[in-house]
Nanobody
Framework: QVQLVESGGGLVQAGGSLRLSCAASGGTFTSYDMGWFRQAPGKEREFVAR?????????????YYADFVKGRFTISRDNAKKTVYLEMNSLKPEDTAVYYC??????????WGQGTQVTVSS
């Protein structure tokens, strides 16, 4: 069983930045790919970014992003701290959503955090 707690959300003006954190407990953190998702009001939850379970070095880190965040968001992880991060820059009002982190077990995101609200004002 893995527990996830997100933090770092808040209110920011368009063009600003936020850094989200997701702290994990239970399970073996290094065994799992981790992902970030978001859900805006009235919309379905959507994929944002994913990072591979083991990062031997910055050069070998596998990451994947949704097209709408490429070049603006960066996912990273600190295995010693059992934490995954989402650095968000050049934020837009359409980035407003509740952001969730999740653990990929096999082919399914099985464990989810409670979410953290990000609001971007125009």
């Amino acid at each position: 069983q893995v527990q996830l707690v997100e933090s770092g959300g808040g209110l920011v003006q368009a063009g600003g930045s936020l850094r989200l954190s997701c702290a994990a407990s239970g399970g073996t953190f290094t065994s799992y790919d981790m992902g970030w998702f978001r859900q805006a009001p009235g919309k379905e939850r959507e994929f944002v970014a994913r990072i591979a379970r083991i990062t031997w070095s910055a050069a070998s880190t596998y990451t994947y992003y949704a097209d709408f965040v490429k070049g603006r968001f960066t996912i990273s992880r600190d295995n010693a701290k059992k934490t995954v991060y989402l650095e968000m820059n050049s934020l837009k009002p359409e980035d407003t959503a509740v952001y969730y982190c999740a653990v990929l077990v096999g082919r399914e995101y099985t464990y989810w955090g409670q979410g953290t609200q990000v609001t971007v004002s125009s």
